[in-house]
């Protein structure tokens, strides 16, 4: 049975973490994947200085393939720590939980005949802590950087991953500060300060908040858990990608639909299929990985219909989904790359398509998506209309929150 109390995270889920002392983590190194140097995992790491890269988790994967198996991992308890090996976190006390992972994958009958797509489902996200999908990466920045002796956390933050890590904070017992636009939902301005967090609102987008967060950082020693400015974010929202295979019985779907902004989820599930290629587990074929964007916000879609390797920074960013205002992406060339190996594409959606697709959505399956996990049906359904996905696709959207995050 797993526990959920957060009062002391460490000690409360220790009837989940004690079945997990033996599930032992293959981490092994850090490495930029740009230049291929590695880092020290043993010491708290940022990004690559040098190329100004995202650096990445790696992992004994041969070894783990020898003694793990599928049919294991579906026996253990639900939770996105029964992926302990295939995770950076060192021993298990640290792995606390608020109860993240193993969200559904519903199929939509409805939805997708209303257009003539036979087989489509949805990867809702909304069931995690804080409702949305940024429990997955924040979870495993603050329980490996406390494993590694942090105190103090910071982030800039759309909103969402503020409430986020100010939960996991609390969980860990740990302080934290969020710096968020003051255009921010109301409701994750106030889910911050309800869950003890100094809620700093900023005038501007998340690149102004993350310039005066990072200048607080520097100032006072604080750790920063920004999109990619650290490694483990994308290995929490790379279960997304382990989850999604099992769902599947270890065959990939034909195309998965994803809303971009920072693009974490993206390309920590390109790598979690990479990875369990290398376990064995799944062969070569992989999805079609769709970026959706908002079109007053869509620097990957530019990059990826102009052939770029990098993304230049969008001005007057603009878009009701919050989540997908955006200007920069720090991992921009990862994930064009996941786009373009995947023979994928980008996709930017208006906000009255999105608003629409909100009430189809939810009109059609009963799930209330936030405006984001909206963006990719109205993704999906452009690219239905011009025939890139076919009737008989096998099509995965991801609702990556719930909708009354922004009422």
């Known amino acids: 049975m797993r526990l959920l109390s957060t009062c002391n995270a460490f000690t409360s889920s220790l009837s989940y973490t004690s079945t997990m002392e033996t599930y032992t983590s293959h981490f092994t190194r850090l490495v930029c994947p740009e230049c291929g140097n ?15 890269s995202p ?44 109860g993240e992972g193993d969200t559904p994958l519903l199929a939509a009958p409805h939805l ?48 969402n991953a503020g409430g986020a890590l100010a939960a996991y904070a609390a969980a860990a017992g740990k302080a ?29 987008l998340i690149t102004d908040a993350g310039r005066l967060a990072g200048q607080a950082r520097d100032e006072h020693g604080w750790f920063d858990v920004s999109t990619f400015k650290e490694p483990y974010r994308a290995e929490g929202k790379k279960t997304m990608g382990l989850e999604l ?29 990479d990875e369990l290629e290398k376990l064995g587990w799944i062969g070569s074929q992989r999805p079609r990985m769709v970026s959706v964007q908002a079109a007053g916000c869509a620097p990957i879609v530019r ?16 878009t009701h989904a919050s989540g997908l205002r955006v200007p920069v992406a720090f991992a921009d060339r990862l994930i064009l790359r996941a786009l373009r190996e995947s023979q994928g594409t980008a996709v930017a959606v208006r906000d009255e398509d999105i608003r629409a697709a909100e009430a189809e959505m939810a009109q059609k399956t009963g799930i209330f998506a936030a405006p984001e996990g909206a963006a990719t049906w109205a993704a999906a359904k ?26």
């Not at 911050?192 to 609102?201: F, S, T, Y």
């Open 245 to 273: 295979a099992e769902d599947f019985d270890y065959e990939l779907p034909d195309v998965v639909v994803y809303p971009t902004g920072g693009g974490t989820g993206l390309v920590g599930m390109w790598k979690a299929f």
């Open 176 to 204: 934290s500060h969020v710096y968020m636009p003051q255009d921010a939902p109301n409701i994750n301005q106030v889910e911050v300060r309800a869950l003890g967090a100094d809620l700093q609102l900023v005038e501007g």
């Open 112 to 159: 997708g005949a209303s257009i003539g797509l036979k087989n489509l489902y949805i990867k809702d996200e909304s069931s995690n802590p804080t409702a949305t999908f940024k429990a997955r990466g924040l979870v495993m920045a603050v329980a490996r950087a406390v494993e590694l002796g942090v105190e103090e956390f910071v982030i800039p933050t759309a909103g």
């Open 303 to 318: 990059a990826f219909e102009t052939g770029a390797e990098r993304a230049e920074p969008w001005e007057d960013a603009h």
């Open 382 to 407: 452009h690219l239905f209309g011009g025939g890139w996905i076919d009737p008989d696709a096998r099509v995965v959207l991801f609702n990556t929150g719930s909708g009354l995050k922004y009422i």
């Open 55 to 98: 650096i990445l988790a790696e992992y004994d994967l041969e070894r783990l393939g020898e003694k793990l198996t599928p049919a294991e991992l579906r026996s253990r308890p639900k939770g996105l720590w029964r992926w302990s090996e295939l995770l950076p976190v060192q021993q298990a006390q640290y792995r606390l939980t608020l």
């Open 38 to 52: 590695p880092f020290d995992a043993t010491v708290l790491q940022t990004f690559c200085h040098d190329c100004m």
